[in-house]
């Protein structure tokens, strides 16, 4: 399986940005994708994920303004980010589960205040 992310940029506080992630490769037994960001300093985390049945979770701190979706017609992961805060900054990376873990590249998120 193959990751390419895409999607990020600079916006402004309160701004929206929408991260794609398309997935290549042997995509059929994809179980789980997901995004995950890396601040600068600190620890990866886990964003939000989305299963093959469309169910979905994510971090508290970015519940209700960030939505997790999947087109699996188009092997392609989604993640609308909206009311931007300076403190999501960070390198957002998808990923994929089947029986092993993938990661795509990551894409640089910037908001400024």
């Known amino acids: 399986v193959q990751l390419q992310a895409s999607g990020g940029g600079l916006v402004q506080a309160g701004g929206s940005l929408r991260l794609s992630c398309a997935a290549s490769?042997?995509?059929?037994?994809?179980?789980?994708m997901g995004w995950s960001r890396q601040a600068p300093g600190k620890e990866r985390e886990l964003v939000a994920s989305?299963?093959?049945?469309?169910?979905?979770r994510y971090a508290d701190s970015v519940k209700d303004r960030f939505t997790i979706s999947r087109d699996n017609a188009k092997n392609t992961l989604y993640l609308q980010m909206n009311s931007l805060k300076p403190e999501d900054t960070a390198v957002y990376y998808c990923?994929?589960?089947?029986?092993?873990?993938?990661w795509g590249q990551g894409t640089l998120v910037t908001v400024s205040s």
């Open positions: 989305i299963t093959s049945g469309l169910n979905t």
């Open positions: 990923a994929a589960l089947d029986r092993s873990l993938y």
């Open positions: 490769g042997s995509t059929f037994n994809i179980k789980y």
